[in-house]
């Protein structure tokens, strides 16, 4: 069996106020799948459930060390999840705002790239 890409999407998300590096990088990831549909993973793939599919997500934001990976894979309904988180995305100065409890006044953007791969026999073992 050969690993084949199926689809890459991409997506942004941000955190205007908590400073979270998860919230922006959960919110890039929902982006990413918001507008789509995968029928191709049943009638062209041949796949007999969403959970046979591997779904890689690549994050990239400020602060990548404080993400909260589970949270961010949470935010995908099905497949066999795997992320990787990285320096990256933008950090822009906003307004702290008392009652949103802001630390600053960073607001943090990330981007997000999920790749959904699904396992194909090889051709070339054909004979």
Same mark, same amino acid.
């Given at each position: @069996?050969?690993?084949? &890409? $199926?689809?890459?999407? @991409?997506?942004?998300?941000?955190?205007?106020?908590g400073?979270? %590096?998860?919230?922006?990088?959960?919110?890039?990831? &929902?982006?990413?799948?918001?507008? !789509?549909?995968?029928?191709?993973?049943?009638?062209?793939?041949?796949? !007999?459930? %969403? !959970?046979? @599919?591997?779904?890689?997500?690549?994050?990239?934001? %400020?602060?990548?060390?404080?993400?909260?990976?589970?949270?961010?894979?949470?935010?995908? %309904? $099905?497949?066999?999840?795997?992320i990787? +988180?990285?320096?990256?995305?933008?950090?822009?100065?906003?307004?702290?705002?008392e009652? $949103?409890?802001?630390? !600053?006044?960073?607001?943090?953007?990330?981007?997000?790239?999920?790749? +959904?791969?699904?396992?194909?026999?090889?051709?070339?073992s054909?004979?």
């Open positions: @069996m050969a690993k084949k &890409r $199926f689809v890459i999407e @991409m997506g942004m998300g941000v955190d205007q106020h400073q979270e %590096p998860t919230v922006a990088a959960a919110r890039a990831l &929902r982006n990413a799948i918001a507008h !789509n549909a995968l029928p191709g993973i049943w009638e062209v793939a041949g796949l !007999n459930h %969403p !959970n046979e @599919m591997i779904v890689e997500v690549q994050i990239a934001v %400020p602060y990548p060390e404080q993400v909260r990976t589970e949270e961010v894979l949470a935010v995908l %309904p $099905f497949g066999q999840k795997k990787t +988180v990285e320096t990256g995305g933008m950090v822009v100065q906003g307004r702290a705002i009652e $949103f409890q802001d630390k !600053n006044d960073e607001m943090l953007i990330a981007v997000a790239a999920v790749t +959904v791969w699904v396992e194909k026999e090889d051709e070339s054909r004979d």
